[in-house]
């Protein structure tokens, strides 16, 4: 019982200390409050059913990150297959669903432009320059070549720059990963 304590010790320093970053990250992916707290929870309980006792905080939080993503992209992928086959289900009656949290304004300039951006855009938007990651990194995350992904990059940082002005240049990253070889 004692890798139970363990765990649970582990969730809930993780909850109480980085929950916000986690909440954060996924309203980044999602732009919807409800859709990245359900991502969370989620993610959680799905980590911590599987996580080994004496796992880290900073282990768990990739863990939890990891789990977030695959969960968006999951739903993404879902609603795509739903709406290729939707119109089988109700050919003669048109669907028009609003949704309530359109709106809701958040005030934010970076939310608004994000949600200008395709699903998969803003994906590899958020992989790239909020958590960092190499065009190759987020290929691998998101199960995708990497050609693609420059692609949605591109397209979405080009509608990004147009809404909030030039984004930094990725001169930065390689440098910092030429010193870090």
Known sequence: M???????????VLAR????A???YAYLLTGDRGAAEDL?????VRTFSRLRAGTDVVHAEAYVRAAVLRGHLDALRRRQRWAAVRHLLH????????DPAAAVTTGSA???????????????VVLRHVEDLTVPDVAERMGLAVGTVKRYLSTGSAKLAQ?????????HVVVRTREAR
């Open 2 to 12: 004692r890798g139970s304590t363990d765990t649970d010790d582990t969730l809930a």
């Open 17 to 20: 200390e980085r929950g916000r």
């Open 22 to 24: 986690l909440f954060g």
């Open 40 to 44: 969370v929870q989620d993610a959680l």
């Open 91 to 98: 050919a003669d009656h048109d669907e028009t669903v609003r």
């Open 110 to 124: 970076v939310q608004d432009a994000l949600a200008t951006l395709a699903p998969q855009e803003r994906v590899a």
């Open 163 to 171: 809404r909030l002005g030039p984004l930094p240049d990725d001169e």
